[in-house]
């Protein structure tokens, strides 16, 4: 039996067959995944949000999660800590000053425009003691 399932399975007809149902299949869910109402999709979220709530509810497996990411972050850390770096680095070298300033706007925001008013009084205050100072020693 073992001799002829082999021979069966090691047929090019079966073969054939076979990719072609793959191929027939991978097409279907393909299709079905392209579309937004798809069952895929629907599925997917009802796992997803499952998952989430099981998550969220389940301080133990936070926990061990989070055990596992931190070693797995170690591990990538120290295996690849040096080509990290470089390529921080070499993102970083890439940036001219007006992109700095953009990513600095974006990521601060409107403290940014309390951190410039606030340079400028506390400048313009120095500035008038120090003026001030100057003329009361002479």
Not at 46 to 57: K, M, P, S, V
Request: glycine fraction near 6%; aromatic fraction near 10%.
């Amino acid at each position: 039996m073992e001799s002829f399932r082999e021979e069966i399975l090691e047929t090019q007809e079966l073969q054939k067959y076979l990719n072609e149902i793959w191929g027939n299949l991978k097409e279907i869910i393909l299709k079905d995944i392209s579309n937004p109402e798809s069952k895929f999709h629907k599925h997917l979220e009802l796992f997803l949000n499952d998952l989430g709530e099981f998550l969220e509810n389940n301080e133990n497996v936070q926990r061990e999660l989070n055990k596992l990411f931190v070693s797995i972050i170690k591990s990538v850390f120290n295996k690849h800590g040096n080509e990290i770096s470089r390529l921080i680095e070499d993102i970083v070298k890439k940036w001219d000053i007006e992109t700095i300033t953009k990513k600095l706007e974006f990521e601060i925001g409107k403290d940014l425009q309390y951190i410039r008013l606030n340079g400028t009084v506390v400048g313009g205050f120095v500035g008038l003691l120090i003026c001030l100072f100057s003329l009361l020693i002479q």
